[in-house]
């Protein structure tokens, strides 16, 4: 148990649908970040947020929409999804994400997506 | 720019040691960090190395050479449950953003 939950941890959408996807830590923490990780290829950092400001976004889509209401909580709106979008989709929470030189994240289990 | 490699794939045998390879090249390396992840399961933490040298934790060690950009993950007294992807990941200074490479599936076999 890590302490980062993920909901679902299974989702088939098609092209057209709107969902979302839920992450939850319970570590007190004051970071947050969302990942996307394909097959054979690294984890790709998609967005960050600080103490519930988003400080980092990663060249991504707009049709991945972060939300993050408070520090435990984040969220990823998923709109128009395209099949290359099919992933494991993982969360992480940290302490201090800026100026700390050791920043240990805690992942959740991630949510393996598939676009139709 | 930054680049991070590790082998793709490993595989050893039950008992044995291996070593798992990760070079990197990035601007403003700050430390670097190792994750065992199972097959559908979260990444969790292994090591961290900020300074050159070996930091032991029972079967497992990690070595940092700065100069080098070079890591290495040791496993010891390999067992079955070590079969997992290993990834390496480098911190940058002035932030603690990851930036991970794509990970090294090892196989245990009996």
């Known amino acids: 148990e890590t302490g980062v939950t993920q909901t679902p941890r299974h989702l088939v959408m098609g092209m057209t649908n709107k969902k979302s996807l839920k992450c939850e830590q319970h570590?007190?923490?004051?970071?947050m970040y969302w990942y996307k990780q394909s097959a054979k290829k690294p984890l790709e950092l998609m967005f960050v947020?600080?103490?519930?400001?988003?400080?980092e976004n990663n060249s991504v889509p707009s049709r991945f929409s972060p939300e993050c209401p408070n520090s435990s909580h984040l969220f990823l709106h998923l709109h128009t999804l395209q099949p290359e979008d099919s992933a494991l989709y993982l969360c992480?929470?940290?302490?201090?994400?800026?100026?700390?030189?050791?920043?240990?994240?805690?992942f959740g289990p991630g949510t393996r997506l598939t676009v139709l | 720019g930054q680049n991070i490699d590790q082998p793709t794939e490993m595989t050893a045998t039950e008992g044995a040691i291996v070593q798992i390879n990760c070079t990197y090249q990035?601007?403003?390396?700050?430390?670097l960090f190792w994750y065992q992840q199972h097959a559908g399961e979260a990444p969790t933490f292994l090591s961290y190395n900020v300074l050159d040298g070996l930091e032991e934790k029972g079967r497992f060690s990690s070595f940092l050479s700065r100069s080098k950009g070079y890591s290495y993950l040791l496993l010891k007294e390999l067992q079955m449950k070590d079969s997992a992807s290993y990834l390496c990941a480098v911190t940058s200074l002035g932030g603690g953003k990851l930036i991970f490479g794509q990970g090294t599936e090892l196989s245990v076999k009996p």
């Open positions: 947020y600080s103490l519930e400001e988003r400080v």
């Open positions: 570590l007190g923490h004051n970071a």
């Open positions: 990035t601007s403003g390396f700050n430390g």
């Open positions: 992480a929470s940290s302490q201090d994400p800026q100026g700390s030189p050791y920043n240990e994240q805690f």
